[in-house]
């Protein structure tokens, strides 16, 4: 247990100096107002979001136009986190560009603020918007994760640390509308926030639609660790870990002595030198430890006592109502993860249901399967079965990591296999081969 705790401990100092990578998309389509598929707007859409990517990255990050006359004019605007490299922009403005239109495919109006190496947002619509501050509709997920710390000291932290970058993104010696913090919360542990406008609205406005993402957080989302409020004019978002992109310059806040004196020269050389050395090491032992599998704190908290094969479990059935509640993972948090079930996510379907791949904002990648409504399974019946197979734990089994019950939806969570499973070889004629049973 000793060895198991240090051994997190350091994979969560490894990710302070390596920069991790994920992608996560939120996005919004019009309800009301429908264009004709290969129509002329269709075709100006498709002109003006595939010229985004070139413009925002070569004009600092920001970019608005419009192409078309009448009823077929299309307006759209793309943005980057300030001071992101221009391959980096362009790279991400070009994917949210080909995901916004398959995933409003005949819709007049699309969002999509969309996270890969660094976070970009592409708008367009059959209006005029430019410089209009807009806030609806809105958009809001966090994790429901249960973690250790004081909710109240949370509370009064997270909001200190949203007026500090509010400030910081609407003052006038920031013309970006970006700010991005770090607060220390705890004796170890740091909040992490940053918020981004469009950069075509006042710095007033900006303001207005960052305080009622706070004011959201305070009706929805107090005392998460982590989760995003997004509306058309601005978006913020919150962890308990850093993010890709954003905090490579942020250091955390220090406690200044009075006497203090300045560092020399010498001091910063062998400060450096030593954080190269740490880095270094920590690299080596992180490569050798990455088969290690750790689920993150935000998402799944270490639920259930591993088991080896033929032990019995150690909880009883007095447990199954705690540990029901304990798997459960919130639907929005799924649907997130899944981009809500895009095709592009499915790994495969059975007679059961569909299997899709699911990306939660750390990075974590989970397998998704979404039971059918022709499974003839009850919701208690359900649950009953998610608490047997969570019991059998094997290091030959894939894992279950939750479940989900909502509406008329029912969800299991599993730990993602790249490799896919066992039968996956044995059962296919000429896959088989490649299996060497010599081999340990």
Not at 370 to 378: D, E, I, K
């Amino acid at each position: 247990m000793i060895f198991k705790m240090k051994l997190e401990n350091l994979l969560l100092i490894l990710w302070f100096f390596l920069v991790g990578f994920h992608v996560a998309c939120a996005h919004k389509c019009s309800e009301t107002g429908f264009f004709i598929p290969h129509g002329k707007f269709d075709t100006n859409r498709g002109l003006l979001l595939s010229s985004l990517a070139s413009n925002v990255s070569g004009r600092g990050g920001f970019y608005n136009s419009s192409v078309g006359q009448g009823s077929d004019r299309v307006y759209a605007v793309g943005m980057c986190i300030p001071g992101t490299e221009p391959k980096v922009c362009s790279n991400c403005i070009h994917l949210a560009s080909n995901e916004l239109m398959e995933t409003c495919p005949n819709q007049t109006e699309g969002l999509l603020w969309f996270e890969k190496e660094t976070l970009c947002m592409i708008r367009y619509s059959n209006r005029l918007f430019f410089g209009t501050l807009e806030m609806e509709p809105s958009y809001k997920v966090y994790n429901t994760a249960a973690f250790q710390v004081n909710l109240t000291e949370f509370d009064n932290t997270w909001e200190a640390l949203m007026l500090r970058v509010i400030a910081q993104a609407t003052s006038s010696s920031n013309p970006m509308y970006y700010g991005a913090g770090i607060q220390k919360i705890g004796s170890s542990r740091n909040i992490y926030a940053f918020v981004l406008c469009s950069k075509d609205i006042s710095p007033w406005n900006c303001a207005k639609c960052l305080r009622q993402n706070v004011d959201d957080y305070r009706s929805c989302c107090s005392g998460k660790q982590g989760g995003l409020t997004m509306r058309l004019s601005c978006f913020m978002e919150w962890d308990l870990y850093p993010f890709f992109g954003v905090f490579q310059n942020q250091t955390s806040p220090t406690t200044h002595k009075k006497d203090s004196k300045k560092i020399s020269t010498g001091t910063i050389v062998g400060i450096i030198v030593l954080l190269t050395f740490m880095s270094s090491v920590l690299l080596a032992l992180g490569l050798a430890l990455c088969r290690r599998r750790k689920t993150y704190q935000e998402f799944a908290t270490e639920r259930r006592s591993m088991t080896t094969y033929g032990t019995e479990p150690q909880y009883d059935d007095a447990d199954d109502i705690t540990t029901s509640g304990s798997l459960q993972f919130d639907f929005k948090a799924i649907e997130a993860a899944t981009c809500n079930f895009h095709e592009s996510n499915k790994l495969g379907h059975g007679g059961f249901g569909e299997v899709y791949k699911g990306t939660f904002p750390n990075g974590t990648e989970v397998a998704v399967k979404r039971l059918s409504n022709s499974s003839g399974q009850g919701e208690q019946e359900f649950q009953n079965e998610v608490l047997l197979v969570a019991k059998l734990q094997h290091r030959n089994l894939v894992k279950l990591l939750g479940f989900s019950v909502e509406r008329e939806e029912k969800i299991l969570v599993y730990e993602f296999v790249p490799n896919k499973s066992l039968d996956y070889f044995l059962f296919d004629h000429r896959k088989r081969s490649q299996l060497d049973w010599r081999k340990s």
